[in-house]
């Protein structure tokens, strides 16, 4: 098997480099805004949030029971302490104890000042107001220290963070009513090809549907991207050139898809040569290999290939982190791990390649992967089936079956 990469004139650009020189070339977006809570999921904080108030904001029991004193407890027999009142979750006990008190408590009630331990009310007989605790009680237990989770004035979230779920709960926990985030990211996104055809049109011999741009918007469905469908451009350079540069007055971002290789009617990279300027096109990645990134003024554009395999995947590997990084956000890298392969993967040398793959995990926690078979780049049901990208570097000759491969869940559910 021959890899037509081998074939090119000058070695293609690794997919490493290809994200370093994208890495450095980006700046990103600076401008912030100010959004409530409630619509802040998926926001990319613009600065460090410190909390105003200890969480918890008093000190509080952890369990239903009875609060007391450790200075009651009798370590040698069981011994009766007289109930006083009660500490309700949101309605604290008023008054102050003495020796030889307690009070009933409840979850997340506050605890008197001169109560230390909770008993749970299972371990304790009631009878009437008197309270009878056995000896093997343990002090200072069931208490939630004020502060415990965030101490006043402690970080609640970094700067740079995409707001969880987790951080929206946790930032509300401290009264947080409104966040700084960046600005959203605007993003024209249109696909070239005579041969496209919108998806209320009957079929038609030499006619496609124009499957990239709504499977682009489903990639591009994130609160960080205010993403704008600018249709089907045919391959028509005047056309595709005047759409270029009205997108690149009013967007951060531009992502094509089609027209970018080498054939007649490829004019992408032409074009952004001459309105714009060309970083890198064609990278040693399969599927992919046809990918223009550049500059048309002070927007970024990434011109992906036109086969929608090759288009989910350099979209996932290489536009996506990219936006991230606009987008202010951390770059994490996503979670790979290494699989026993259970078919045999056919590859040539040369391109690092992205095979769909369906991973399982059997009960003893080890993982296995499938290839979903045919991998061409025109073939979506592969994609659709898969639930992994199975990683081979470009040096790579295949896999048989039970070698170890590198696998990328698309999600941690499988
Ligand atoms: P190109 O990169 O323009 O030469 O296109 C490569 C292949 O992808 C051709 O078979 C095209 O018909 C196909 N293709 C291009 N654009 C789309 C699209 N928007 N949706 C589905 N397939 C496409
Ligand atoms: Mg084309």
């Known amino acids: 098997m021959i890899d037509p990469c081998s074939l090119e004139p000058s070695p293609l650009l690794s997919i490493d480099d290809a994200l370093e020189r994208i890495k450095s070339a980006i700046q990103l977006v600076m401008a912030s805004e100010r959004v409530v809570l409630k619509n802040s999921l998926g926001r990319v904080l613009a600065e ?9 904001y008093d000190r509080n029991s952890a369990m239903d029971g009875y609060a007391l004193s450790s200075k009651d407890i009798d370590a040698n027999q069981p011994f009766t302490l007289t109930l006083v009142g009660i500490s309700w979750a949101g309605k604290p006990f008023q008054g102050s104890l003495q020796a030889g008190q307690c009070v009933r408590i409840f979850t997340g009630a506050v605890l008197p000042d001169e109560t230390d331990s909770v008993v749970i009310q299972e ?43 987790a951080d929206i709960g946790l930032l509300a926990a401290a009264g947080i009513y409104d966040v700084p985030v960046r600005r959203k990211l605007n993003i024209a996104v249109f696909s070239t090809g005579d041969e496209l055809m919108g998806i209320g049109q009957q079929p038609q011999i030499g006619k496609i549907y124009d499957s990239n741009r709504y499977a682009l918007a489903a990639l591009l469905a994130d609160p960080c991207h205010n993403a704008v469908d600018m249709g089907a451009i045919p391959d028509d350079r005047q056309l595709l050139e005047d759409t ?29 040569e001459n309105c714009g300027k060309v970083n890198f096109w064609k990278i040693a990645i399969k599927p992919g290999k046809p990918l223009a990134f550049g500059k048309i003024g002070s927007c970024y554009f990434f011109g992906l290939p036109g086969n929608p395999v090759s288009v989910m995947v350099t979209y996932q590997q290489i536009v996506a982190p990219a936006l991230k990084q606009l987008s202010g956000a951390l770059a994490n890298k996503p979670l790979r791990l290494l699989a026993t392969c259970t078919t045999t993967l056919k590859k040539a040398p040369g391109r690092q390649e992205f095979q769909r793959g369906i991973l399982t995990q059997n009960t003893d926690g080890n993982f296995f992967v499938a290839s979903t078979g045919q991998q061409g780049s025109h073939i979506l049901s592969s994609m659709s089936r898969s639930n992994c990208y199975i990683i081979l570097s470009a040096e790579c000759k295949g896999a048989s079956s039970g070698e170890q491969v590198l696998v990328e869940p698309f999600s941690v559910h499988i």
């Open 123 to 165: 371990q304790v007989s009631a009878d009437g107001g008197n309270i009878t605790f056995p000896a093997t009680i343990a002090a200072y237990q069931n208490i939630r220290a004020a502060g415990e989770d965030i101490a006043q004035g402690g970080l609640l979230c970094p700067g740079q963070k995409k707001l969880s779920p």
């Open 244 to 272: 270029l540069k009205q997108a690149a007055e009013c967007n951060d971002v531009i992502i094509t898809t089609g027209g970018a290789s080498v054939g007649d009617a490829d004019y992408v990279k032409d074009i952004l």
């Open 48 to 56: 460090d949030i410190f909390s105003p108030i200890n969480i918890p």
